[in-house]
């Protein structure tokens, strides 16, 4: 299995605050990496698909980058609804996995 | 309205099986793939397999081989997840999502989500 490792686990920033998450790869992956925003008591949500597209209806704020092991996953101003965990998912292979996830909070 | 809506929420005994559903409206399930993740509580997300709805064709994670069975009714849009031998750690909240795949064109993202099925297994 391809092991997706996403840090940090948790993160505290302002409203406004940019946002950056990481999430590497156990091989090279191509752009095969997609984010999700789940929020409590929710199903994920898809914000970003193929490392660095925006899915429609998805807010200009949120953005990805990244290639073979290291990807990004931004928030440009930090907004009250942001308020959720986010997660990786790699598509390279079977199985599909996900990396742990970062639960974002207000400071 | 575009929806995948899953069954209620079960209690389970260790040894039981259990079967979920994942019934789809406002699209045709044939043009999509339908996969199954799952959540422990407080934990992160699982992929355990997939089906092709047109062929009644399943791919299951290797953790998942001969403990989980994907089938669908295609009279009635909607898609099966039943998992045996439940153990307590099989407690969680599992979902159904689609990935839009038809002819030669396949997308690789989770863009629709059902709501969830809350699966507790206990003595």
């Known amino acids: 299995d391809i092991q997706m490792t996403q840090s940090p686990s948790s993160l505290s920033a302002s409203l406004g605050d940019r946002v950056t998450i990481t999430c590497q790869a156990g091989?090279?992956?191509?752009?095969?990496l997609n984010w999700y925003q789940q929020k409590p008591g929710k199903a994920p949500n898809l914000l970003i698909y193929?490392?660095?597209n925006l899915e429609t209806g998805v807010p200009l704020r949120f953005s990805g980058s990244g290639s073979g092991t290291n990807f990004t996953f931004t928030i440009s101003s930090l907004q009250p609804d942001d308020i959720a965990t986010y997660f990786c998912?790699?598509?390279?292979?079977?199985?599909?996995?996900f990396g742990q996830g970062t639960m974002l909070e207000i400071k | 309205q575009v929806q995948l809506v899953q069954s209620g929420a079960e209690v389970k005994k260790p040894g039981a099986s259990v079967k979920v559903s994942c019934k789809a409206s406002?699209?045709?399930?044939?043009?999509?793939?339908m996969h199954w993740v799952r959540q422990a509580p407080g934990q992160g997300l699982e992929w355990m397999g997939r089906?092709?709805?047109?062929?009644?064709?399943?791919n299951y994670a290797p953790k998942f081989q001969g403990s989980v069975s994907l089938t669908r009714d295609r009279s009635i849009n909607t898609v099966y997840m039943e998992l045996s031998r439940l153990r307590s750690d099989d407690t969680a909240m599992y979902y159904c999502?689609?990935?839009?795949?038809?002819?030669?064109?396949?997308?690789?993202?989770?863009?629709?989500w059902g709501q969830g099925t809350l699966v507790l297994v206990s003595s």
């Open positions: 999502a689609r990935i839009y795949c038809s002819g030669d064109t396949c997308f690789h993202q989770f863009d629709l």
């Open positions: 406002g699209f045709t399930l044939s043009t999509y793939y």
């Open positions: 089906i092709n709805p047109g062929s009644g064709s399943a």
């Open positions: 091989q090279d992956i191509n752009t095969y």
């Open positions: 193929d490392a660095y």
């Open positions: 998912q790699q598509y390279e292979d079977f199985p599909y996995t």
